[in-house]
């Protein structure tokens, strides 16, 4: 082996690397160089001689794209674009005896796709030697053969051909024979051994000869075989067969043992010399793996496996000889008729996963290649997709397909598809084969966070801890990885002036919302909340949802207490005359709770009294009213000490004191200095003597501007200052209004409040019912002033509440007494609205 690679080295050298290259008319190019070129060696720059770009190989992945499973002999290099030898190229392993031996293949390349045929045609050098079919050639010729007698004699074979084929034989010298060569009808060269001496059995019985064989190579190389002539008697007639040719058609795939023909010869000789046996004579190494014959009746067999795609026809001769050496020759040809044995075969060229989702239809994804090695309509190879998935095959060059997309991909719906093809031939009956490629879609970021619920509702109790939650909103992205991971974060908006990140904040990952501060139902009863979803995709998508947080009360607040005031250390007295009966109203305790519902739902109740029993309190009015009727023994001075309780769970009360002085003459009104708290100090007491005597001086003042104002209004009939409880309703002025009660007030009042007994005629009246609103926690009745700008703290309620105060006055004092017990009454009522 070493041998014929030096030899082949040597020769291509001889060469000078002998390598053609030739465009065709169809944009291929074939070149011709000698086989047994080393690895790596250079056959010719495939890019140039094609037009292609050299920069451009590697990046359309330029290749060499053989025939089926046959072996890859070259190879490209992308980088200069020349076609090397991939691997032994043994021109007689490949061709074998054909006169023409050529490799063919294709240059594929994609992005597009692009091929290109290429043919090498592979020059024949001198590494094979000739060779002999047997080692040793015998003869048995009879002493009685004449001179000129010629004996056929086997030829050799060499693998090369032309001129690297035998080309001449050489006899070893010898005094008895020659050497003949002579060509056939078919212009074979044949060799026959020539009796130019007649033999003397007597005197020599074997003659032994060397007979060499020399091909026309450059060196030549020789084979040879020894020749062993036994001498015997004459044998004048050699074997006759009945064709010249022998021709048979054969199956592929026929079974082993199966019959193929039988060869003939006759011989004129009789007995011995008559009997004919049979041989091969020439037949390639592959066709004697293939056929047997037999040697006694010259039947031939099939011995191994028929393939119509290794070989189509097989050529060969068969000797007929005697027994004593005279022989002839005929020729057989054996046709392979093909069958479809063989299934079409499926190659993926090119795939190209995972494809985006946002593809457009018509996208090229793949390249699949098919092929079937049979011949004919068993060639034709039919290729399609049976499965509903939106891709199907469409022809392209010669029996290559491009995979192509049909429609819209939508990863969330279907994220892996695993495409089947089947390929199936016209034979008969048809093959099919079938390869499943698994194409990825690659996701893209198409889809919004959708929140599970179209709007949220969270309550939250107030006085809640700054940090606790709220509410959990949640999204889902359908799309993939960082696509589908949702942030959540607030929309920046204010609520009610301040920035809605003061009130709630949210954790970005899971969506929870967390309160930032304490809330206060007297404060702030609810908000909105409006909350963005988006993903990480690039570029980002988001939605948004409204959260509605209801902010529910507790009983967080005490009820409060607008009248008698419980500020300051100054002291308020309600009159009650003597004459009072049971029943009649005295007072009113006026209290209100920030709260709402039922924690703002209030009751009164007495806890302590100077005489129980003597005063009773509407517990839910809050109204004190006589019980029993005042007796002589009854104290002039009264103390009631109050509780005011709302209906929360826990409940909160607030107590309150209430002074009564039972009296039917004011004269009696200095003794007031003595009604203080008994818990007041000293101090105390004595800031109530020179309020005291404040009002004293301020009282003879007032008595004297109401005598004045009683005698300009002396015409107007009395029924207008007489109490709101006797004033018919058809005699009421036309500015007097009627007010419901509510809430805590559960009884109707009809009356009017002035600051003076002048001012019925004044516009300034509060008519709004007590209940229409809720005061504010942190507002309180400290100080009420007859100015109407001193009012404007106050809401409708207060105001309410300081007109039920006034119209206590007003009823206490004009029930039943006369017009200027009225007016100084009414000035008295005056005077402690404007006294703390």
């Not at 056939?184 to 032994?208: A, H, I, P, S």
């Not at 079974?255 to 000789?269: M, R």
């Not at 044995?341 to 994804?365: A, C, Q, R, Y």
């Not at 105001?799 to 004092?813: A, G, P, T």
Request: glycine content about 6%; proline content about 4%; some cysteine.
């Amino acid at each position: 082996m070493e041998d014929r690679r030096f030899s082949a080295a040597a020769l291509t050298l001889g060469f000078c690397l002998f390598v053609v290259a030739a465009r065709s008319a169809f944009g291929d190019v074939s070149y011709s160089f000698p086989e047994e070129m080393k690895r790596g060696s250079v056959i010719g720059n495939v890019a140039k001689d094609l037009g292609l770009d050299v920069n451009r190989l590697s990046a359309r992945k330029a290749r060499i794209d053989t025939e089926g499973n046959r072996k890859r002999y070259c190879d490209i290099n992308v980088n200069t674009g020349e076609l090397t030898v991939a691997e032994r190229i043994d021109r007689e392993e490949i061709c074998g005896d054909e006169l023409q031996c050529v490799l063919k293949f294709d240059v594929m390349l994609e992005q597009p796709l692009e091929l290109h045929r290429v043919s090498l045609q592979i020059e024949d050098i001198n590494d094979n030697a000739p060779v002999f079919s047997k080692d040793l050639i015998t003869f048995e010729i009879h002493e009685s053969a004449v001179k000129g007698a010629r004996y056929r004699l086997n030829e050799a074979h060499d693998a090369d051909i032309r001129q690297n084929s035998v080309h001449g034989y050489v006899l070893q010298r010898n005094e008895h024979f020659s050497l003949a060569v002579n060509s056939n009808t078919y212009g074979r060269k044949y060799v026959e051994l020539v009796l130019d001496t007649e033999l003397d059995r007597e005197q020599e019985q074997e003659v032994k000869l060397i007979l060499t064989a020399v091909d026309g190579g450059t060196p030549p190389k020789s084979g040879t075989v020894q020749i062993l002539i036994t001498v015997l008697d004459a044998n004048d007639n050699a074997p006759v067969f009945s064709q010249s040719v022998y021709e048979v058609s054969l199956p592929e795939n026929s079974p082993l043992g199966s019959a193929l023909l039988t060869v003939s010869a006759a011989d004129a000789d009789e007995g011995a010399n008559g009997k004919v046996t049979y041989e091969f004579g020439r037949i390639s190494v592959k066709a004697k793996k293939l056929f047997s014959l037999d040697e006694g009746n010259g039947q031939m067999t099939v011995t191994g496996h028929i393939d119509f795609e290794e070989a189509s026809v097989h050529e060969m001769t068969v000797e007929g000889k005697d027994e004593f050496g005279l022989s002839s020759e005929a020729k057989v040809i054996i046709k392979i008729i093909d069958v479809n044995d063989n299934e079409p075969e499926i190659f993926l060229k090119s795939l190209h996963s995972p494809i985006p989702e946002n593809v457009s239809p018509g996208t090229e994804v793949g390249i699949v290649n098919v092929k079937d090695r049979d011949s004919e309509n068993n060639q034709k190879v039919h290729c399609s997709i049976q499965q509903s998935v939106p891709f199907k095959l469409v022809p392209s060059i010669k029996n290559y397909y491009s995979l192509v997309t049909t429609g819209e991909l939508d990863r969330e719906l279907v994220s892996d598809y695993n495409i089947t093809i089947t390929a199936s031939d016209e034979g008969s009956p048809p093959l099919s084969s079938s390869k499943t490629l698994h194409l990825s879609v690659a996701d893209v970021n198409d889809n919004p966070p959708v929140f599970e619920e179209q709007s949220y509702s969270a309550h939250v109790k107030e006085n809640n801890k700054a940090g606790s939650s709220v509410c959990r909103v949640a999204a889902r992205d359908p799309d993939w990885r960082q696509n589908g991971t949702v942030v959540y974060s607030l929309s920046p908006s204010d609520v009610s002036g301040a920035p809605v990140s003061s009130f709630v904040s949210i954790n970005g990952d899971t969506g929870v919302l967390h309160a930032v501060r304490s809330f206060d139902y007297e404060q702030l009863k609810s908000f909105k909340v409006l909350v963005l979803a988006r993903d990480n995709g690039s570029p980002p998508l988001s939605s948004n949802v409204s959260v509605s947080v209801w902010i529910s009360d507790e009983n967080d607040n005490s009820p409060q207490i607008l009248y008698p005031s419980l500020e300051g250390h100054s002291f308020m007295t309600e009159m009650v005359l003597k004459a009072a009966q049971s029943g009649s109203l005295v007072s009113k305790v006026i209290a209100v709770d920030a709260d709402s519902g039922q924690n703002a739902w209030l009751s009164y109740h007495m806890v302590k009294a100077t005489e129980p029993g003597l005063f009773t309190i509407g517990e839910h009015s809050g109204e004190i009213r006589m019980q029993l009727d005042i007796s002589e023994s009854d104290h002039m001075k009264q103390n009631l000490v109050l509780s005011v309780r709302d209906n929360g769970q826990p409940s909160l009360s607030v107590t309150c004191t209430v002074y009564l002085l039972i009296s039917d003459n004011l004269a009696e009104l200095p003794e007031l200095k003595d009604m203080s708290y008994e818990e007041s100090s000293s101090k105390l007491t004595f800031y109530l003597i020179i309020a005291l005597v404040s009002v004293s001086t301020f009282f003879l003042t007032f008595i004297i501007i109401v005598l004045a104002v009683r005698f300009c209004h002396r015409r107007k009939s009395r029924l207008l200052f007489d109490g709101a409880v006797a004033i018919p309703s058809a005699y009421l002025p036309p500015n007097y209004a009627e007010v419901e009660g509510a809430g805590t007030l559960r009884s109707s009042y009809n009356y009017d409040a002035y600051l003076t007994t002048g001012s019925r005629t004044s516009d300034f009246k509060f008519i709004t019912s007590y209940s229409d609103r809720t005061l504010p926690a942190d507002l309180t009745l400290k100080k009420t002033h007859a100015s109407v700008e001193d009012l404007k703290g106050f809401d409708s309620g207060s105001v309410s509440q300081v007109r039920d105060q006034s119209f206590l006055y007003n009823h206490i004092c004009t029930h039943g007494y006369s017009k200027n017990e009225v007016s100084i009454c009414k000035g008295y009522n005056h005077f402690l609205w404007k006294t703390e």
